[in-house]
């Protein structure tokens, strides 16, 4: 049985500037794959590069990315060389990636005492296809009408607008897009270089690209040094610090607040949980991007009651969107959405983070109604059934069956491979929910606001039912470990017995007490969750643990990093150690930089990680997780 497929990236060359990117092969060639392209504002524009010299196409050398932002792509012209073995007329493309859009200088260089006359011809193929079709598997676009005046060509589609301009090249219309061409003469011992570049507007952006310095250019005014002991996290630093710089955004009509897009390719836009989680662990660098995150998201703060959008008075949103999400025929997410169970809590974990690290007091006071919201729907919202525990269900009927942090829809299951039912109550979210309540009452009590004391009682309430209710103690199922706490409470408040990294989340947050958190520590260093590349997202001896499922086994690095920073705080020092190495391992075959997630297989039985080839990268919070992983190293 057939059906569409989702679009492998692992094998990619990928050159962004949010809010654009250009995917393609490793010699810059783009059509070979379903992910190629050149796309702006979740849109499609370019889904075809070919290039021929000479009437033949060049002959792939490397690939070097200096920024996530700029590639080199140096290729061979042997068919215009002369028969002696080196090498002695070559092809440079400059790739260059803008908020704007992209270019491409193609320079041809000759070492002989005679000139070469030749040809340069690209074909682009064009598109106006939606990112969310391209990662359902749709088909692309049907071809796409274009005006071509001169030097300057122009189309549109699903309300972007590309505009294309040439160095040295002629624009002649093709079926299905472009062709550039030119007839070049590359003189003695010279080089000749022509060019395009591709500029695009959306009509109806929610978002826009980040001008100007990056929140943390001023970390060496912070205190914090960018330097490591070893080289490889050293190396890791300085690609993730690259990497969030090339996905910095602004919410359209606000561009002095940035915030850090998700991850390339689908998820190039705000979303709470991962804006907040990669702010967290910034803070080392300064406070300025967790400032203008919490301001962005406290602008977009549910006001009113719909379930079509899952808002609430006081909950901080999940994503938004240019417009609909259709993510299968089960699926679909409005513009603005509100479905997460956890961004609110960690919205005022964030705040008070940031004010422990120095944010400015009048910036703390500005959203001090905002926290009082937030804390207020943790209370009469997020616990709708009044038990003391966070809990999520769809209300919607075409939203989100999983909210956590882990929202694919097999992420809940029992040990035995069966799916919770929901509601569901997480662990790791009661724990936020109880870090969030007492870093509360210390912000009110700070300035002087009221509720305090009833903020800290509600987080005792909050530890009182996890303590109760959410640990597994029959040793038939803890072994020899012993007891531990469950992924989640399912509809009848039953302990959902599978071991999963959630675990992790609740280290350091002060939910545990000392032989609680000794338990957890042993489990996440325990073989079945270390997988030597990092943390597994669920134990081996469940039955639905497999090493390539998205949250049902594999390793996600900033699942890794927060149990790294949580073991630390409770002076679980060499396990910690241990899940930062794997990561290291994990980093250094991947170029240093990290991609969403990668498999859960073992290091004993692979030479590397094995990549999941869906994985978006660069991905914000995975990328962040390498000063999470500094602060801790550096520390110790």
Not at 412 to 424: K, S
Not at 473 to 487: H, N, R
Not at 535 to 546: E, F, I, Q
């Amino acid at each position: 049985m057939t059906h569409p497929l989702q679009p492998l990236l692992h094998d990619e060359l990928v050159v962004l500037r949010a809010p654009t990117q250009v995917w393609s092969a490793a010699d810059g060639t783009i059509g070979a794959a379903p992910i190629h392209g050149v796309a702006h504002s979740d849109v499609r524009v370019v889904r075809g590069l070919r290039l021929r010299v000479g009437g033949l196409a060049p002959e792939h050398l490397v690939s070097s990315g200096r920024t996530a932002d700029r590639v080199t792509i140096d290729s061979l012209l042997r068919h215009l060389d002369d028969p002696t073995p080196d090498p002695g007329v070559r092809l440079r493309i400059d790739r260059a990636v803008t908020i704007e859009g992209c270019a491409d200088t193609l320079t041809l260089t000759t070492r002989h005492d005679q000139s070469i006359t030749t040809t340069v011809e690209i074909e682009l193929d064009l598109d106006a296809t939606p990112i969310d079709a391209l990662k359902q598997g749709l088909p692309p676009a049907p071809d796409i009408a274009v005006q071509v005046d001169g030097g300057t060509a122009r189309w549109s589609g699903e309300h972007v607008t590309a505009t294309l301009t040439t160095t040295g090249l002629r624009i002649a219309e093709r079926p299905g897009g472009l062709l550039l061409s030119a007839d070049v003469v590359v003189p003695p011992r010279g080089s000749v270089s022509v060019g395009w570049r591709l500029d695009a507007v959306d009509a109806i952006s929610a978002v826009r690209g980040a001008s100007g310095p990056a929140p943390w250019s001023d970390a060496a005014a912070s205190g914090f040094h960018l330097s490591a002991v070893d080289p490889r996290l050293a190396r890791w630093v300085d690609r993730a610090l690259g990497d969030l710089d090339a996905l910095r955004l602004t919410v359209a009509g606000h561009p002095d607040q940035q915030f850090i897009a998700a991850g390339a390719p689908w998820f190039f836009t705000l979303f709470g949980r991962d804006s907040l989680w990669t702010a967290r662990m910034m803070l080392p660098l300064g406070t300025r991007l967790a400032g203008d995150t919490l301001r962005v998201l406290a602008r977009l703060q549910g006001t009113g009651h719909d379930p079509a959008t899952a808002a609430q008075p006081g909950k901080i949103m999940h994503e938004l969107r240019r417009q609909s999400l259709v993510i299968d025929d089960d699926v679909t997410l409005p513009p603005l959405y509100y479905g997460t169970v956890d961004a609110t809590p960690l919205w005022v974990c964030l705040l008070h983070d940031a004010w422990r690290a120095g944010l400015p007091d009048e910036e703390v006071r500005a959203l001090l109604p905002h926290l009082e919201a937030a804390l207020a729907w943790m209370r009469d919202s997020g616990d709708a059934d009044g038990d003391g525990l966070l809990e999520y269900i769809d209300e919607s009927g075409h939203g989100l069956a999983n909210q956590g942090w882990k929202d694919s829809g097999d992420s809940v299951q029992w040990r035995d491979g069966a799916l919770a039912e929901g509601p569901i109550a997480l662990c790791e979210v009661q724990a936020y929910a109880f870090e969030a309540a007492v870093g509360g009452a210390a912000l009110l009590d700070a300035f002087d606001r009221p509720g305090g004391e009833e903020w800290r009682a509600w987080a005792e309430r909050v530890r009182t039912a996890f303590h109760e209710r959410f640990w597994v103690t029959d040793p038939a199922t803890t072994g020899a470990l012993g007891p531990y706490p469950a992924i989640a409470l399912d509809v009848h408040k039953q302990p959902v017995d599978t071991v999963t990294s959630n675990l992790g989340h609740l280290l350091g947050t002060g939910l545990l007490d000392a032989e609680q958190s000794a338990l957890v520590a042993a489990r996440l260093g325990s073989p079945e969750l270390d997988s030597g590349y990092g943390l597994r997202t669920m134990s081996t001896d469940s039955a639905g643990y497999w090493p390539l499922s998205y949250h049902g086994g594999s390793v996600w690095t900033h699942d890794t990093a927060i149990a790294i920073t949580g073991l630390a705080r409770d002076g679980h020092h060499a396990v910690a150690a241990s899940l930062a190495e794997g990561l290291l391992r994990a980093a250094e075959s991947f170029g240093f930089r990290m991609p969403e997630l990668h498999s859960g297989d073992p290091a004993s039985s692979t030479a590397r990680p094995v990549p999941y080839p869906a994985s978006c990268r660069p991905q914000a919070w995975s990328a962040a997780a390498a000063i999470a992983v500094l602060s801790v190293v550096s520390t110790e």
